[in-house]
């Protein structure tokens, strides 16, 4: 495999293995030929800029190995801490990646529209896209009706991580409603112990596990159709229904009875370490609200349903349920070339879905993707929490103008816990807005 690097990116590294699909792609070769029938090299590569972590990345390359070994086309998979940065550098210095692994669908309504993006029907059989993708996702991947991205992973955003045998050992129950975790938590305090861990710290992306929350509350004290007048700036930032879910969480970050050194500890504490409180014995905390990623970073050897487990974000208001707030990765096309053809095309078939549920970590929308591939009981469950969802939601930050939903945004919610009036802090997000 060639690849080059050039910081602050790592690429991607030789990723061959045994092909187990065929047919689907576009006949690539690795060799072309010159008008003298002299054989010249003629390299077949795809590149792609993303964010993954440094977990992810290897197991994204491991998800790409039966297509290089299929095709013999390299993949070069490059990512950056600054992502959106970069990406506007690499598109204003004509230095366009082949494929984007985005993070951010609000991002893609705007590269579409400046015409950066190639629409995946140019190329695609539409009957093969809907045998893939349910409706709702094949919207979330389109703008104006046209599709430019295809899902790759997800995150069901609304679980709660705790340890079921220290739950048994304290005779804890599992709440279905935030009255009853409210008095959970209030009853592991009084225990002498710490209810909660929270992890606000992530680089240029810190503060974004606190938009999760504000959204959580949001979508369960206003309910969905606010919540999307919300995302649509169809009612202003500084809502009185935003206010409350910003004081929500407020209430629960900035109370250090509840969480694991309160605001101070929130905001110097990473996401994955957060995660890990759980785990200690005695544990930091017995609660830990994160996407279903997280459990990359769980401690090998752990036993899935013993030693973690996850239940939903229960219901704040009965007449909303317990919708489900989601994130994920599409793939979209800035340079259409036959190489970036085949590899979307890959993604058609349920082999690169599969290939990274095996390794953990993982959830796909698409259809053909077998439970069984989902490596353990834990992740089986969060799939089906998925299917028994009232509803669900995209996180609202990743479908805001790019500014807004994944800069100030992010910003605000620490300056919030570090004690910014949230009156102040969402009046800025509003005036923010394009």
Same mark, same amino acid.
């Given at each position: 495999?060639?690849?080059?690097?050039?910081?602050?990116?790592?690429?991607?590294?030789?990723?061959?293995?045994?092909?187990?699909?065929?047919?689907?792609?576009?006949?690539?070769?690795?060799?072309?030929?010159?008008?003298?029938?002299?054989?010249?090299?003629? #390299?077949?590569?795809?590149?792609?800029?993303?964010?993954?972590?440094?977990?992810?990345?290897?197991?994204?390359?491991?998800?790409?190995?039966?297509?290089?070994?299929?095709?013999?086309?390299?993949?070069?998979?490059?990512?950056?801490?600054?992502?959106?940065?970069?990406?506007?550098?690499?598109?204003?210095?004509?230095?366009?990646?082949?494929?984007?692994?985005?993070?951010? #669908?609000?991002?893609?309504?705007?590269?579409?529209?400046?015409?950066?993006?190639?629409?995946?029907?140019?190329?695609?059989? =539409?009957?093969?896209?809907?045998?893939?993708?349910?409706?709702?996702?094949?919207?979330?991947?389109?703008?104006?009706?046209?599709?430019?991205?295809?899902?790759?992973?997800?995150?069901?955003?609304?679980?709660?991580?705790?340890? #079921?045998?220290?739950?048994?050992?304290?005779?804890?129950?599992?709440?279905?409603?935030?009255?009853?975790?409210?008095?959970?938590?209030?009853?592991?305090?009084?225990?002498?112990?710490?209810?909660?861990?929270?992890?606000?710290?992530?680089?240029?992306?810190?503060?974004?596990?606190?938009?999760? $929350?504000?959204?959580?509350?949001?979508?369960?004290?206003?309910?969905?159709?606010?919540?999307?007048?919300?995302?649509?700036?169809?009612?202003?930032?500084?809502?009185?229904?935003?206010?409350?879910?910003?004081?929500?969480?407020?209430?629960?970050?900035?109370?250090?009875?509840?969480?694991?050194?309160?605001?101070?500890?929130?905001?110097?504490?990473?996401?994955?370490? =957060?995660?890990?409180?759980?785990?200690?014995?005695?544990?930091?905390?017995?609660?830990?609200?994160?996407?279903? *990623?997280?459990?990359?970073?769980?401690?090998?050897?752990?036993?899935?349903?013993?030693?973690?487990?996850?239940?939903?974000?229960?219901?704040?208001?009965?007449?909303?349920?317990?919708?489900?707030?989601?994130?994920?990765?599409?793939?979209?096309?800035?340079?259409?070339?036959?190489?970036?053809?085949?590899?979307?095309?890959?993604?058609?078939?349920?082999?690169?879905?599969?290939?990274?549920?095996?390794?953990?970590?993982?959830?796909?929308?698409?259809?053909?993707?077998?439970?069984? =591939?989902?490596?353990?009981?834990?992740?089986?469950?969060?799939?089906?929490?998925?299917?028994?969802?009232?509803?669900?939601?995209?996180?609202?930050?990743?479908?805001?103008?790019?500014?807004?939903?994944?800069?100030?945004? $992010?910003?605000?919610?620490?300056?919030?816990?570090?004690?910014? #009036?949230?009156?102040?802090?969402?009046?800025?997000?509003?005036?923010? $807005? *394009?």
């Amino acid at each position: 495999m060639t690849s080059g690097q050039t910081p602050p990116f790592s690429h991607g590294r030789s990723m061959m293995a045994a092909g187990v699909f065929v047919g689907i792609l576009l006949g690539v070769t690795g060799c072309g030929y010159s008008a003298a029938n002299e054989v010249t090299y003629q #390299p077949k590569t795809v590149t792609i800029l993303g964010q993954l972590s440094a977990e992810d990345q290897p197991k994204f390359e491991a998800a790409m190995v039966p297509f290089e070994e299929e095709t013999g086309i390299d993949v070069i998979y490059e990512s950056s801490d600054n992502f959106n940065s970069l990406l506007r550098m690499r598109i204003t210095s004509f230095n366009k990646p082949d494929l984007v692994l985005l993070p951010q #669908p609000g991002l893609m309504v705007e590269l579409a529209d400046a015409g950066h993006l190639i629409p995946l029907t140019r190329f695609m059989n =539409a009957s093969s896209v809907k045998s893939a993708y349910s409706d709702s996702w094949l919207e979330l991947g389109a703008v104006e009706d046209e599709l430019y991205g295809l899902w790759f992973r997800i995150s069901v955003q609304s679980l709660i991580w705790y340890r #079921p045998t220290a739950f048994e050992a304290k005779g804890y129950d599992i709440p279905n409603t935030w009255s009853k975790l409210t008095a959970l938590s209030n009853q592991i305090a009084a225990d002498g112990e710490t209810p909660w861990c929270i992890g606000l710290e992530n680089g240029a992306a810190s503060g974004q596990t606190g938009t999760d $929350w504000i959204e959580e509350f949001l979508l369960r004290t206003a309910g969905p159709e606010v919540y999307s007048q919300w995302v649509d700036h169809r009612i202003p930032f500084n809502s009185p229904q935003v206010l409350n879910a910003f004081n929500e969480f407020g209430k629960l970050v900035q109370n250090e009875e509840i969480v694991s050194g309160g605001a101070k500890g929130a905001i110097t504490t990473s996401e994955s370490e =957060a995660a890990l409180g759980i785990f200690n014995n005695p544990p930091d905390c017995y609660l830990h609200r994160q996407g279903n *990623p997280i459990s990359s970073v769980f401690p090998e050897g752990k036993i899935p349903r013993v030693d973690y487990d996850a239940f939903p974000f229960p219901s704040i208001d009965p007449k909303f349920g317990s919708p489900l707030l989601v994130s994920g990765e599409l793939m979209v096309m800035f340079n259409q070339t036959p190489e970036s053809e085949a590899l979307m095309k890959y993604l058609l078939t349920p082999v690169p879905h599969e290939t990274w549920a095996k390794l953990g970590g993982f959830l796909s929308p698409h259809r053909e993707v077998a439970l069984e =591939a989902y490596p353990d009981l834990v992740t089986q469950n969060i799939s089906q929490i998925l299917s028994d969802a009232d509803g669900v939601r995209f996180d609202a930050s990743d479908l805001m103008p790019g500014y807004v939903g994944t800069d100030i945004f $992010w910003s605000g919610v620490m300056e919030f816990v570090e004690g910014k #009036p949230a009156a102040e802090v969402v009046k800025e997000i509003d005036q923010s $807005w *394009p």
